[in-house]
């Protein structure tokens, strides 16, 4: 009999409601456990031995010069395939020769090279551990659609413009990365004209094929060529200061501190060859249909790294509020955050191992079924995964459909340095530039550069590329219309140049 009026109603929790109820629950639980993530003591900067170099240098004077060698350096044609980087070479040792710096070059073959400059110690008091600083770049740039620049502003032009205010120029490289090259070797400049007591070396490496084939930092590391230079530490590409990257109207460098390892691979099914208008089960191309599917099916589980959780904690501390109060804590990144970071493709990349596809090979004609077709996959590894175990898993995943197999085309085990070191927490300080809406911590970059191949020498590698910039001027990076401005120009060779200072700067 139903109940009356005055009788008890059933409760019914509708799927969403009990969710939230769940969810309530769970994150008043979580406030009462979970601690924040330890704060990074922040800098005095009066302290700093930069402070004096910071107010006695004519920074505009040391920008404008960085900014006109960087227009001339991207018309050097360098653009890889073929490479030509001892064109760029070259360019790098007459600007170094004219201040009286000496370079050598390491010669790769076929107008290939990659350069070598130190500018020495000036007293033997260095702490232990801290020895030569590399500041590294890579002289060869990718390809371009030059029809899709602007007129008069293309890939090899170095044309400056004046746009909102400032000059900006134009070229292939102006971000990735000539333009950290200039800036890093117009701070070995300003480091030397400063007059500062030098306890440590500071090398400059102008590398050759990065972005292809790493035939310049894998020649640097053998013993032929490492006692030339012989760092212990080094600065490198990475993050770019990106504006509203998680909270509008906060600039955040994400710097990084490790890189994803590789596994490029291909997945190669064979089968009896034949006429294409006879459906035969068993061919090549279904087996590869079958295996693909595996491979699309399979799904990682999400981790957050440590450093993304000091980088949150970074992030939260600048915002404020209830936004803050989450990223500060890591049990509320866990399990508030988290899934919201795999909802971009960014965002996913630096949190989950990845297997991309990225093409395929083996049909000739329509009406031809061929023996061999195979699929190429981009696999990227956390660390904490070894290429050895992924290989092992994808394999599983397609080991029972006969014909098929997993072929490694190149692996590198994912590596990261320990950024708890005066190097990183003083790059940190200086690309924030005292900008009080600008935040800095280290991440695990989703793809890799030539510090992942330092980093087996022991180096402690740490990537930032120390400009402010939007999304859309961001995009240009192997896009079209590649720019920096002058005043990015600026604030990168100062932090650059005030890293420096307190790196090399004698132990108290």
């Not at 930032?464 to 005043?487: C, I, K, N, Q, W």
Request: with cysteine; glycine share 10%; proline share 6%.
């Amino acid at each position: 009999m139903p109940q009356g009026r005055e009788g008890p109603r059933p409760v019914k929790l509708r799927r969403r409601h009990l969710a939230r109820a769940v969810s309530a629950v769970v994150v008043a639980g979580a406030l009462t456990t979970c601690a924040t993530t330890p704060r990074v003591e922040p800098v005095d900067a009066a302290t700093l031995p930069s402070s004096a170099v910071r107010a006695g240098t004519d920074w505009r004077a040391v920008g404008d010069a960085a900014f006109a060698d960087l227009a001339a350096y991207l018309r050097v044609d360098t653009v890889n395939p073929p490479g030509n980087e001892k064109r760029g070479a070259d360019f790098l040792a007459g600007l170094l020769s004219a201040h009286g710096i000496a370079s050598e070059q390491i010669d790769h073959g076929d107008n290939r090279a990659s350069l070598i400059a130190r500018l020495p110690r000036t007293v033997d008091a260095a702490a232990p551990g801290q020895g030569p600083i590399c500041l590294v770049s890579h002289i060869d740039v990718v390809t371009s659609e030059e029809a899709r620049w602007p007129e008069g502003r293309g890939p090899l032009s170095g044309a400056v413009v004046d746009e909102d205010g400032d000059r900006v120029v134009y070229g292939r490289g102006a971000l990735d990365m000539k333009g950290m090259g200039i800036m890093e070797l117009h701070a070995m400049l300003a480091l030397q004209a400063s007059g500062v007591p030098r306890a440590r070396d500071v090398v400059l490496l102008a590398l050759a094929d990065e972005e292809v084939s790493s035939i310049g930092v894998n020649a640097i590391v053998t013993d032929e060529h490492w006692a030339k230079v012989g760092c212990t530490h080094a600065i490198n590409e990475g993050g770019i200061g990106l504006k509203d990257a998680i909270v509008e109207g906060q600039t955040v460098f994400a710097i990084s501190v490790g890189e994803r390892g590789v596994l490029w691979s291909r997945v190669i099914a064979e089968g009896p060859p034949g006429h294409g208008s006879t459906p035969i089960p068993g061919r090549a191309p279904e087996k590869l249909l079958l295996a693909m599917k595996r491979f699309d099916a399979w799904r990682d589980t999400p981790t957050i790294h440590p450093a993304l959780y000091e980088l949150l904690a970074e992030v939260g501390r600048e915002a404020g509020g209830a936004q803050g109060f989450v990223m500060e804590r890591p049990a509320l990144v866990d399990l508030l955050v988290k899934d919201r970071l795999q909802l971009k493709p960014t965002t996913k990349a630096i949190t989950n191992d990845t297997v991309h596809l990225t093409g395929f090979a083996g049909a000739h004609s329509p009406n031809v079924v061929p023996s061999t077709v195979w699929a190429q996959y981009d696999v990227r590894l956390l660390p904490g995964t070894t290429t050895t175990a992924m290989q092992q898993e994808l394999s599983a995943l397609i080991a029972d459909i006969p014909g098929v197999r997993l072929e490694v085309i190149e692996a590198k085990e994912a590596n990261e340095s320990d950024w708890h070191d005066p190097l990183f927490r003083s790059l940190q300080h200086h690309v924030v530039d005292g900008d009080a809406r600008t935040v800095a911590g280290p991440i695990i970059s989703p793809g890799f550069t030539d510090s992942i191949v330092l980093r087996w020498r022991g180096v402690r590698a740490y990537g930032v590329v120390p400009v402010a910039v939007s999304a859309g001027e961001s995009a240009t990076m192997h896009g079209d219309a590649e720019r920096l401005s002058r005043r990015n120009v600026e604030r990168g060779t100062r932090a650059l140049t005030l890293t420096l200072v307190d790196a090399v700067a004698p132990a108290r």
